[in-house]
């Protein structure tokens, strides 16, 4: 890297943290979207249950009875609008990060000369 100018090693180090913010971001997407995954599955299966079948709620290390079921139900739909929310939040950041990695990438490879295909080792 001797070679390289001071400001393309700034780059090169741009690059590489942009990298490791959109992964962080991509992990953060996920673990929302299996949340909110759950949180449909289970207030699908609330509405399948008869009103006479007992339902638990679980507070840490506890399942306690839930005799309120529409008040059970209203903190579910806030849960998952909630995650809905954080979830198209993190798709938005990830996709201006993505557009700013793609442009950094661009300015380094003109700057050192290669192609896109050369420069991701394809």
């Known amino acids: 890297m001797k070679d390289i100018s001071p400001q393309l090693q700034n780059q090169i180090a741009q690059y590489q943290q942009l990298q490791n913010q959109l992964q962080v ?18 207030l699908e299966e609330l509405n399948k249950l008869s009103g006479e079948t007992p339902i638990y709620k679980s507070i840490g290390m506890l399942l306690v009875r839930q005799d309120d079921r529409e008040g059970l139900k209203k903190e579910l739909e806030e849960h998952k609008e ?7 939040s ?16 661009t300015k380094i490879q003109a700057a050192l000369g ?3 295909a050369a420069a991701e080792g394809n």
């Open 25 to 42: 971001l991509a992990s953060q997407r996920m673990q929302l979207e299996a949340k909110l995954r759950e949180v449909e599955g289970t």
């Open 82 to 88: 909630t995650l809905t929310i954080r979830v198209k």
């Open 114 to 116: 290669t192609s896109p």
């Open 90 to 105: 993190l798709q938005k950041q990830e996709k201006a990060l993505s557009q700013r990695y793609e442009d950094l990438a």
